[in-house]
């Protein structure tokens, strides 16, 4: 086993470091934002012709797919996380051989595939909505609630979680040129 500065035969294992870093990222992100949807406060709007509008994030769909959009991208993640931890986490050298040693492999890639899917389009979509239904949701900024606020953070949040989790693909593929922990010689 070798530790700190010694030399060793290892491979490198940076891009593995990066990649479960920008992955928990991912996970922090994606669920913060739902959180912050989620509990976008109500708003009271009095129209024009007087009548009183309350809007809460369920009154715009785009917002809805984005909460349970991220949800599930989070959840995916965290079973990413798992596996990449795990024996067989989508390394080629496990050892095994067979479809059961690559199992976990596959597994990785298209649950890597999905979170990447839903986590883009709940990002796209509320950044739709937020172009769509300005005027809506900016008369809540003025003067009653924080939903305009929380509404543009979750936004940035989901952008950030997309950001993520696109360079955690990248760098679990791309090989880093360190080590970050102690290699193992098993």
């Known amino acids: 086993m070798s530790y700190g500065c010694h030399v060793n035969d290892d491979e490198p294992n940076g891009s593995k470091a990066v990649s479960l870093v920008l992955r928990l990222s991912t996970l922090a992100l994606a669920l913060t934002s739902a959180v912050v949807m989620a509990t976008a406060s109500e708003c009271t709007v009095i129209q024009r012709n007087g009548v009183v509008a309350t809007i809460t ?4 769909p785009p ?6 959009f991220n949800i599930a991208a989070a959840m995916l993640e965290a079973v990413a ?13 496990n050892g095994g051989e067979g479809f059961a040693a690559k199992l976990p492999g596959i597994l990785l890639v298209v649950i890597d595939v999905a979170v990447q899917a839903l986590i883009y389009t709940a990002t796209g979509g509320v950044f739709a909505a937020v172009s769509a239904y300005g005027p809506q949701i900016n008369a809540c900024g003025a003067g009653a609630g924080r939903f305009c606020g929380q509404v543009h953070q979750s936004k940035l949040l989901s952008f950030a979680g997309s950001a993520a989790v696109g360079l955690a693909v990248v760098f679990r593929d791309v090989s880093l040129p360190f080590s970050l922990w102690p290699t193992s010689s098993d």
């Open 57 to 60: 994030y369920k009154d715009f």
């Open 63 to 68: 917002f809805v797919y984005l909460v349970g």
């Open 81 to 93: 996380i798992y596996l990449r931890l795990s024996k067989g986490g989508g390394d080629d050298d």
